[in-house]
């Protein structure tokens, strides 16, 4: 009788401690509800994927032509669209009517001179002229200019290595000139001055020419040392060269005209 009371203590006081373990001893549990006790809800933790974005950049198209004033004088971009360069001087054109001849250019002689479009950019204006030279003068041509500064005072152009300027037109031989008032050129006679032959292509063509490259032409005229005549320009020239067996037609066009140091 004794082991039996006994053992109903014992198994009384494991059950207490069975049932009153779950919740802190506060009441007693049913088996099933501190059976779900036991279980801790595991969190679902939903991961938001991570993306990789990979932009795919399509290349365009490599323009060719970059705006170059570094380190550089612009004489003119021709963008204003009127007709004076950045430095004051006026465009013009001009043609072999001094000398009898009857070659003909576009924009007229003594009139004011004009810009046209596209140019380079496609955003501004070109200097162009049109025309056509005939075979009456014998060394017949056309051509454009521009004066270096409002009172056509000369420029010592010593200080540049290089002039740079883009070109389009129809194929033919074409001459850039630095006119010079030294005094061993005498005008209209002996205006041999230093200048440099360039095609000008279909498509716009940039030009980059060392001033040491420019040269007289042989045979004529007086010959002149080029920094004496490079230290006294009042113009840049832009003419027909070759002439013609029989009258043709010209297409200039001309733009961003660049010196640099
Ligand atoms: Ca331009």
Known sequence: MRLKICFIVVLTVLLNVLFTGCNGGHRPMHPDECLRCTFTKTPVIYLTPTFTVTFTITPTNTPTYTPDVMESDLLDNMDDGDNINNWGGFWYTYNDYVFGGDSYVVPLVDT??????????????????????????????????????????????????????????????????????????????????????????????????????????????????????????????????????????????????????
């Open 112 to 261: 004011p001179f004009y810009m046209q479009r596209p140019d380079i950019s496609y955003k501004g204006y070109a200097a162009r002229i049109t025309g056509y030279v005939t075979t009456t003068f014998m060394y017949s041509y056309i051509g454009m200019g521009t004066m270096l500064n409002s009172l056509k005072n000369p420029v010592d152009l010593n200080k540049y290595s290089k002039i740079k300027f883009w070109c389009k037109g129809d194929g033919a031989k074409y001459r850039i000139m630095l006119a010079s008032v030294y005094p061993d050129f005498m005008y209209f006679v002996g205006n041999n001055h230093y200048g440099y032959d360039f095609i000008a292509p279909a498509n716009w063509t940039q030009y980059e020419i060392y001033l040491t490259q420019f040269t007289q032409e042989p045979y004529w005229g007086n010959i002149v040392e080029r920094t004496l005549a490079l230290s006294k320009v009042t113009d840049i020239w832009f003419q027909t060269t070759s002439v013609p067996a029989a009258p043709r037609d010209v297409d200039l066009w001309i733009d961003e005209i660049i010196f640099e140091k």
